[in-house]
């Protein structure tokens, strides 16, 4: 049996939090994950501002108090004054990852030269990967059928669940050591 | 109307600074911006030695004093002891955008394997973007030919002027919603 | 004449260094360098836990007491919680040279999706050019054979001796002004 994986969502907007207009960041990512989970999962998801403190104390509660195995934020991650996402991303981390932030715009290069305006990082916090999407659900969906194939693997080394998914969608990658057989 | 922009032009060399050799960069980085700019533009430079102490100082003046919307340096990115442009620019960074340094890599990689050699880095500082070139003039031109279209949207996020290009030189790209009509 | 090139290895591995089993990346980069160089060289070797203040310490001493050119570490570069050779080499490091960092994850992607997991960085302690490595054989193959063509001149831009190569393993790039001739 697999243990359920506890994903949390921040979705980070002065805008969509104020309700000014609908968040679409975390339906996307409910969208993607339905399609692309061949193993248990639950999703949490949280609407805050840009501010750096709220940021980071979402993070830590997510991933200290809730015990989220995987945080992936949405916005805020341009070089706007009020785009504030990685900087309270690396104040909360144990770990850097820069591949995460490197392929992550690497892959949105390949649709929008400004992808290298883009800060995006990954992280980990205790037993918890935490990473920095984009805003838009397009390059949302694009950032993960680039990456997420790490994921699973990423997941295993720091201690959680054993994740599968669908792959029609993506393709998890281990090495032939970490594969479990079914 | 659009507002002139100021660009900023530091070159870092000890040589080219105590009169031993002339300095390459500078010319280069006119010549590029006279073939691709389309909006009003102007250009401010300096010539100083590889002290870090001097680099900051500049950095800092040109940004916060001459009001500089673009600061682009060349010279002193490489591994050896007097090459300090990447810590010195990383000192007056509010905000650091790895996406430039990978990126002005990434590029030069296709010309030369030792592009990973170069440290440069891109950040902004209040209401500008600082940008470490290198300091040969064929690799200037790289550099910008392979970056430049992110550089006018990057200019509006932080409060700047609309900057528009000449497209047979460089096509500036930006998101539909930030496109302002002719 | 050329002077001798000093290479320091630190294999880094908790089950290596305690004896459960044998190390395998000394064997794979001693097999590396004897078909790649092609000027004088000679090796030392470490072996040592996945314990921060013993790798900082086996860095400082290869690097300022035996005064080795290149260090280059395997293993200890992954998320989980007991890597930690990159905390420890950056803590070391004068100079940080992201693009080594950058290159290796993009080479290493080109085998696995997981390579964005390495957190392997490349530095500058005084006259000391460091790299991490990844731990396995076949992985530190195929990063030596993507980026080794920049290390011959950052050895020579530190202060090191003029490297020269096997160009049927590795051609060594350096700009024509620091070629000497033969």
Redesign the interface.
């Known amino acids: 049996m697999t243990d359920e994986l506890l994903i949390g969502l921040v979705s980070i907007s002065d805008r969509a939090s104020s309700g000014v207009y609908e968040d679409q960041g975390i339906p996307a990512l409910r969208e993607w994950f339905s399609a692309a989970m061949a193993s248990p999962w639950r999703m949490e998801h949280r609407l805050i501002p840009d501010e750096r403190a709220v940021i980071e104390q979402t993070l830590i509660e997510l991933a200290d108090t809730a015990g989220c195995h995987l945080v992936m934020t949405t916005g805020g991650t341009?070089?706007?004054?009020r785009?504030v996402t990685p900087?309270a991303t690396l104040a909360v981390a144990h770990?850097?990852?820069?591949?995460?932030?490197?392929?992550m715009?690497q892959v949105s290069?390949k649709y929008?030269?400004?992808?290298?305006?883009?800060?995006q990082v990954g992280v980990?916090r205790g037993k918890t990967?935490i990473l920095n999407l984009p805003g838009q659900p397009k390059a949302i969906k694009e950032t993960l059928d680039g990456?997420f194939?790490?994921v699973p693997?990423?997941i295993d080394?720091?201690?959680g669940p054993y994740v599968e998914t669908n792959e029609a969608v993506i393709k998890a990658?281990?090495?032939k050591s970490a594969i479990r057989p079914k």
């Open positions: 341009g070089p706007a004054p785009d900087e770990k850097v990852l820069p591949g995460f932030g490197e392929q715009r290069l929008v030269p400004t992808a290298i305006l883009s800060r980990v990967l990456i194939a790490a693997y990423c080394l720091i201690g990658f281990r090495p």
